[in-house]
């Protein structure tokens, strides 16, 4: 028997949009403010920084810029950070390959994916070749 997963509810969001690496400045200490002011640990606000500037940085090498949403949100009654990325990029060929350690299709150690994946609670990709990339991730206060 599969339990239902309790709903996520969100307690507040804001459009932080991504065109040039000063905003990526702005973006990491806005996580920063929202992290701290939940009460997340520190060892989880850095995991979520360090998958969150993975994420940025390529949404603004291989993406051209795009916009972030970052909410604070509630899942039976415990706060998180949800961050999405989304951009109007080539998109991702083949995610399967990219989500693999070691793939790059830049100049990169082609950690950036799976790394970050590896740093939160919760990772969505969904990407359509010449229409964008969209990655949506999360970080419980608790790690769950």
């Known amino acids: 028997m599969q339990m239902k997963r309790a709903s996520m509810i969100v307690l507040s969001k804001e459009k932080i949009p991504i065109q040039k690496e000063q905003d990526v400045i702005l973006f990491r200490n806005r996580i920063k403010e929202v992290a701290t002011k939940i009460g997340m640990s520190l060892v989880n606000q850095t995991k979520l920084m360090t998958a969150a500037s993975e994420l940025v940085r390529n949404m603004l090498r291989y993406g051209g810029g795009g916009i972030t949403h970052l909410e604070v949100v509630s899942r039976n009654s ?20 990219a989500m693999k350690d070691g793939y790059s299709t830049g100049k990169s150690l082609g950690l950036g994916l799976p790394g970050a994946k590896r740093l939160v609670n919760e990772f969505d990709i969904k990407s359509e070749p010449g229409k964008g990339t969209t990655v949506t991730i999360i970080r419980w206060k608790n790690g769950l």
């Open 78 to 97: 415990i706060p998180g950070v949800k961050l999405s990325f989304i951009d109007e990029g080539p998109g991702i060929q083949d995610i399967t390959l």
